[in-house]
């Protein structure tokens, strides 16, 4: 045999010399073996901390999975994926919702791979995730036979109330559940939106669960001065303040929240109406003033306006998301809604604070479920222990408030961390909702555009899909459910079903 011969002979399929592949092998075993480890010792001490949050046992694994999670998501993988790859393993690429599980299972196939006995993990243990997070998204949002994975949200309008025939519309279009802003009408409006649903859920033979959103402490402007239809462009400047006789001699802005000036140092972002106008903080001449330069704005300029968000992007805003406003409206909510949806929470305190608050009204009934809003850089970097400390006491969904979201970490960031707060959930086994601006166009004119129909599509990874209010709210379900359908063929969270393709064929 000549030296060519018996190199081609110890060679591997990929090229490698058999002893160099070997050790590589050995390496990679190693490498996840370290990694296992570290793994199982983190969410162990994770869970300790945890330990005290979780009176509901059934979140308990669920919990102990998503710490697992951040275990592993603590290291760089990248190395260790495609030599995984290689060898026609999992990469970890869609270990969520079952992490040690998928661990031991790439850990026992390079084990047998290297001809040692090894025992892989049973197979329920990568689809009782999946059927948990599946169960708990019907208990929440309902869902009609044969339609789409994704449920569907509808924001409900003030007509809803005495429109008889608006919610079997909406029903037969494809809502699963509904949604009542409590910012939005009355009690007694409430009321009359949740007998016409629960008469048309009846009429349907569905259960159609109703979320009730407390507004938060929205922080806005609460009235103008020295305006006079005043546009603001690039360039100009324009205060915030506390009182608008204030003394300078510039269109003046006085906000809902006195506390805001406390994170207004200079150079602070201030974003006013989601973003349309954009500024930057130049001046302190008191403690309830702050003078500013617009950074962004369109060229024919933007007014200022009661009413208008204001967002200080970055900043971490230690105000309470109960206001005094929610509490009076929660006597009602705990009475009537399933689902309670917190917005502009950000601590482990405010769910807390929340859960306490319907514990007291609910009088040994079961509590409604709760919905974190995550709106907020302080509310992202909260969101595990707020899963916990909310699904350990009740059922939990996660909504991803984009709009908010997208204002207060950057356009940039969104798309991101919107996929790393899917990745988490799912971790955890909570359900999402994916929210703002979904097929905003059709709501408000009866066209979706391209980008809005793309954004839709991609929501079909969330467990649900919120629509806004709009003339075209029908419509919007009905396209909705059908672009949900078609992609429930094609994918599952970050799974591919590999269907076969009829868009082509071969010569």
């Known amino acids: ?10 060679m591997t399929g990929n090229g490698q010399p058999q002893a160099q592949a070997e050790t590589d092998r050995g390496a990679l ?27 509901r046992e059934e979140f308990r694994a669920s919990a102990a999975n998503m710490a697992a999670y951040l ?81 569907i949200l509808v924001t409900l309008p003030t007509e809803a109330a005495t429109d008889a ?37 009846e009429a349907a033979g ?26 603001l462009r690039i360039g100009d400047r324009f205060a915030l303040a506390t009182d608008a006789g204030v003394a300078l001699d510039l269109p003046v802005a006085v906000l809902s929240h006195a506390e805001l000036f406390a994170h207004m140092p200079v150079d602070q972002p201030v974003w006013i109406n989601d973003g349309k106008l954009r500024a930057r903080v130049v001046e302190r001449p008191g403690d309830g003033c702050a003078i500013l330069v617009v950074t962004g704005a369109r060229a024919k300029g933007e007014k200022l306006k009661p009413e208008k968000g204001v967002n200080l992007p970055g900043a971490d805003l230690a105000i309470p998301a109960l206001t005094e406003e929610d509490r009076g409206k929660l006597d009602f909510v705990a009475a009537h809604a399933d689902i309670v ?9 405010d769910v807390q604070e929340l859960l306490a608050e319907l514990e ?42 984009r709009g908010d979201l997208a204002v207060e970490i950057g356009f940039e960031r969104l798309s991101e961390m919107q996929e790393e707060m899917l990745w988490l959930c799912e971790a955890a086994q909570v359900p999402v909702v994916w929210a703002t601006q979904v097929l905003e166009g059709l709501l408000r004119d009866g066209q979706a555009s391209r980008a809005e129909t793309t954004d839709a599509a991609m929501g079909q ?26 992609m429930d063929r094609h994918q599952d969270k970050k799974f591919a079903h590999l269907g076969p393709l009829g868009a082509w064929r071969l010569p």
């Open 29 to 55: 075993l190693a490498a996840l073996r370290g990694l296992e480890g570290e793994v199982a010792a983190a969410s162990a001490q994770a869970m300790e901390v945890w330990g005290p949050l979780l009176r």
């Open 165 to 201: 025939g608006m919610m079997p519309r909406l029903l037969a279009a494809g809502a699963d559940c509904v949604r009542i802003n409590t910012a939005h009408d009355w009690p007694e409006v409430w009321a009359a939106m949740i007998a016409q649903t629960r008469a048309a859920a």
């Open 206 to 231: 569905r259960r159609v669960p109703v979320s009730m959103d407390l507004a938060g402490p929205k922080i806005r402007i609460a009235s103008v001065a020295r305006v006079e239809d005043v546009r």
């Open 360 to 401: 007291s009204r609910c009088e040994g009934r079961a509590l409604p479920a709760v919905m974190l809003k995550i709106e907020t850089p302080l509310a992202v970097r909260n969101l595990p222990q707020m899963i916990v400390a909310a699904g350990g006491r009740v059922p939990v969904a996660v909504m991803i408030a």
């Open 1 to 10: 045999m000549t030296r060519e011969q018996g190199m081609q002979t110890d």
């Open 461 to 486: 990874r969330a467990e649900c899909v919120m629509l806004n209010k709009g003339p075209y709210l029908a419509e919007a379900a009905a396209f909705l459910r059908t672009v949900l359908s078609r």
């Open 71 to 151: 275990a592993l998501r603590r290291a760089d993988l990248r190395p260790l994926q495609r030599p995984l790859a290689a060898l026609g393993l999992s990469s970890l690429g869609r270990a969520e919702g079952h992490v040690r599980p998928s661990l031991a299972a790439v850990i026992a196939a390079l084990e047998r791979i290297a001809g040692a006995p090894a025992e892989f993990p049973p197979a329920d243990a990568f689809a009782q995730p999946a059927r948990i997070l599946a169960a708990r998204r019907d208990a929440l949002f309902g869902g009609a036979p044969g339609g789409p994975q994704t449920r």
């Open 341 to 349: 949806a917190l917005s502009f929470v950000q601590t482990v305190e």
